[in-house]
Structure formats: C-alpha cells, structure tokens
C-alpha cells in the first residue's frame, strides 16, 4: 500500500497565510484498477491565484495545484511506468489518475532542460504571460509595455517576450537585486517601487509619451496611478491583484472612470485555462522553442522538501522568490 501525505486547508484564510491554516495529512491509497495509474510527485508548484481559489475549497480539502509527476505504477499502456507526465492533483505526494488529465512532455523536451520548467516558463505562467500579452494586450513592435510583479513567474516572461516582439518593456520589482535581474533580462527600464519617491513621476520619466499595454498583475494603488498614463487606445491585461489578496480592510477605490471612457481604454481579465487545443500546444512550443535558443531567459526559487509547501507558498505572497516558485518533492 503507498501513503499520500496531502496539504489541506484547515482553516480559511484572513490576511496573510500562517502554518495555523494548514494541515498535513496522510492516507493510504487502494490498489490500481484497470486504466489507472500511480503518481508520484518530483515538482510542484505554488502560484499567487492560489490565495484566491482557497476561498471556494472546504475547510479540509486539499490545496490545489499543478506537479511534474512520475508514472510509478501502471495499468494504462497510454502511461508506461516511468513516463513524466503534467498534472493537477493538487499539495499531495502520490495520486491515483485515470490517464483523462495527464499531460506528457512535448516530444522535443531536451534533456539539459529542468523538468519544474513544465510547471513555469514552459507551462501555466509561460503560457499566462504568452496569452495575456500577445491576445488580451495585442502587443507589437514598436508599443511601450509596462509589467509590474516583473521579476516574478509571469511578469519575468512577459517583459522578455515583448522584447522579442519589438516593444519597449518597464518593469516594476520589489528590491533592488530584482531590478538588476530585469535589466539583465533586457528591460528598458527598471524600478524599485518600493524605494522611490513618486511612482506617477518615475512612469512620467520611463515613458513620457504614455504606455500602449499594461500587463497587471498586482492591482490596487499602483492600477490607479498608472491608467491615467495610458496612451488613447491602450489595453490592459488583468492578470493578478497580488496586492489585495491578503487585505483585512476595504478595497481601494478603482481608477477614476472618465479616464478609461474618454482615452479609450480597454481592459480584460483573463484565465489562462481559457486557450485549449492547437492554440495551446503552439504557445507552447514557441515558449520551449525560445527557453532552448537562449531567447528567454529563467529563474527558478527551488525549495526542497514536500513538508515546506506551507513555507513556500507564504514566501511567495510575500515577495521572497526570484522568478518561479517550485517545491522539490
């Protein structure tokens, strides 16, 4: 018998995550019928929305979430023992699947390449960025793009991928190591938010002529001071609002409306799930094409041990990765 130990969400969240929230359980898993397989995890992943998402679980469900997983036992000759395989079996070490919503690696998968990349630059975020960018934004040479949350999973690829296409890319970070990344990365211009005097006069100088796309993934204040900076006709992405997930007091109030309506704004919230198929598989294999000719760029924030998912997760929220998260099983 093999026993899964699980994550679960003991107590709904109110502010910021403690260990207090969650609660490792372990369950012993029965024999495999015809079809299934045995999975056991070797990455996983931990991502902002999780914060979100946690509000439609049950106190007790385990916290969801995406793995690279081996096949260890198998009775499904789709999945031979030993094929790596993409799944969403959430915060768990070994799960039972029927083969329906495993996802195997693209056949060009190089070797030198890190298997946790299928859960980043090549997998949800790279794809979240990819999408965001090129459909919600409709970025092209020669439009200036602004990211902010830049040095993270998504914004990271973002900005990178706007250089390919032509566009002049800002990008705001968290510290100052994080900014010397973007600018290795090849932003234009990066900064520090939480070190200079004025955001509205730093974006002033960045762009003086305004900002064609702004690619969101932090929301609130910062939003407000950047949409009335956005050229006539700009778009706008919402990806994420990693400022006010974990807020105990009222929202800020939103952008002021006469902007949006008379510069002719459009802005679009988005889910990465929303592009399936041929689009999806073609995203993909620009996003690995680019990783393996050196055109983008990487940074994984690795922590070991399956026990600090917990530690992980809140980490994030709080700004201590460089790039991706991952959790080493």
Same mark, same amino acid.
């Given at each position: ?14 502010? &910021? ?163 010397? &990344? ?57 990806? #994420? ?20 309506? &008379? ?30 000719? #050196? ?35």
């Amino acid at each position: 018998m093999v026993r899964a130990k699980s994550w679960t969400l003991k107590k709904h969240f109110e502010g &910021y995550p403690t260990n207090s929230n969650f609660e490792m359980k372990t369950v012993e898993l029965p024999p495999l019928k015809n079809g299934e397989v045995l999975l056991e995890a070797l990455f996983l992943t931990v991502d902002p929305y999780m914060r979100v998402a946690a509000k439609r679980l049950k106190e007790g469900d385990t916290m969801m979430g995406e793995q690279v997983a081996r096949v260890v036992e198998s009775k499904n000759s789709a999945f031979p023992t030993g094929t790596i395989v993409s799944v969403s079996s959430g915060w768990t070490t070994h799960s039972i699947s029927d083969g329906k919503q495993l996802e195997t690696l693209p056949e060009e998968w190089p070797d030198t390449l890190p298997l946790s990349l299928r859960l980043g630059t090549v997998g949800m975020t790279g794809l979240t960025a990819y999408f965001g960018l090129l459909d919600i934004c409709g970025a092209k040479g020669g439009d200036t793009v602004l990211v902010n949350a830049a040095a993270g999973a998504v914004g990271s690829v973002v900005g990178q991928i706007a250089k390919l296409k032509g566009c002049k890319v800002v990008g705001a970070a968290g510290s100052d190591d994080k900014v010397a &990344y973007l600018k290795k990365l090849g932003f234009d211009v990066a900064f520090n938010y939480k070190t200079i005097e004025s955001l509205e006069e730093t974006l002033k100088k960045a762009s003086p002529g305004g900002y064609d796309c702004y690619f969101d993934n932090v929301g609130g204040e910062f939003s407000n001071v950047v949409i009335p900076q956005m050229k006539k006709f700009g778009r706008i992405a919402l990806c #994420g609002a990693i400022s006010t997930y974990n807020l105990t007091r009222p929202l800020p109030p939103g952008p002021p409306p006469e902007v949006i309506i &008379y510069q002719q704004l459009r802005m679009e919230g988005f889910i990465v799930n929303r592009w399936q198929g041929e689009v999806r598989q073609k995203a993909l294999k620009d996003l690995l094409k680019w990783v393996t000719e #050196g055109k983008i760029q990487y940074n994984e924030h690795i922590t070991e041990g399956f026990e600090n998912m917990p530690a992980a997760f809140m980490g994030m929220l709080k700004g201590d990765n460089l790039g991706k998260t991952i959790v080493k099983a």
